[in-house]
């Protein structure tokens, strides 16, 4: 259960000045989306992670001792994300739970008549408003290998950076030059397609947890931009181009 995530059974805490070149080389060897950046990126990264390790903290779940490897490859694929919007994007994660499957979290809904239903739901991750990411280790280790559009750690993200227009509606602060009416139209158009799409019966090029709900289909989506930018460009182009003026390019033709 999820209420044993908070027993700290093994909080891990790592405060470091700098990152040793052979332990950052290694894990940037071992993640192709990492890989794929251009030297400059890797080292913005490279400095962005060392802060991250410094002021966040990390915690296991489950009898799980995060070590530092695990805190490092989590720290270098949530501040990815941020290499162009800037640091200060990520004030509001505290600390990052890191469970050894996926784990099991108590949700209420209720539904068009009013009858309120509970239940445990296996989850990968989950960004909580008070500043708690929870990853699970094997969706974190599936994560930035870009094959199937899917980043456990990329879409926590995405999540808190949506959360800071005070929301999740999948509409975050836009970078200055950005055009507000642009972005709503663009994922609104492809939102309310990926949802015509599954209603008629058609495979979606992306992943249909998209058509939850605004904040998911820009969660999704995030991971494709940085996973599958190609997929993404196929599926939704106008949304491609937002996410690319939003983030930056991903890959090592990379302005970042």
Known sequence: MLDK??????????????????????????????????????????????RFLA???????????????????????????????????????REVGIYPEAFLVHHEEQDEFGVVHEGYEPLSGEAWEHGTLVLSWPDVLHSGLMTDGHNVVVHEIAHVLDARNGAFNGFPPLPK?????????????????????????????IDDYAATSPAEFFA?????????????????????????????????????
């Not at 070590?67 to 941020?82: G, K, Q, T, Y």
């Open 55 to 93: 002021d966040k903290k990390f915690f296991g779940g489950d009898g799980l001792e995060p070590d530092l490897e695990m805190a490092l490859r989590v720290s270098a694929l949530a501040c990815l994300p941020v290499l162009n919007l800037g640091y200060h994007w990520l004030d509001d994660i």
């Open 5 to 50: 995530l908070f027993a700290y059974l093994s909080a891990a805490h790592h405060k470091i000045e700098s990152i040793e070149a052979d332990r950052w080389y290694l894990l940037v060897d071992s993640v192709p989306l990492l890989r794929a950046l251009s030297d400059p990126a890797q080292q913005k990264l490279k400095e962005l992670v060392e």
């Open 220 to 256: 999704v989506t995030s991971e494709y931009h940085f996973e599958r930018p190609d997929i993404l460009q196929n599926a939704f182009p106008e949304v491609a181009a937002q996410l690319e003026m939003f983030y930056g390019r991903s890959g090592s033709d990379s302005g970042f």
């Open 177 to 205: 030059g950005m055009d507000a009416t642009g972005w709503t139209r663009a994922f609104s158009n492809a939102f309310e397609g990926l949802n015509q799409q599954l209603d008629s019966g058609v495979e979606p090029q």
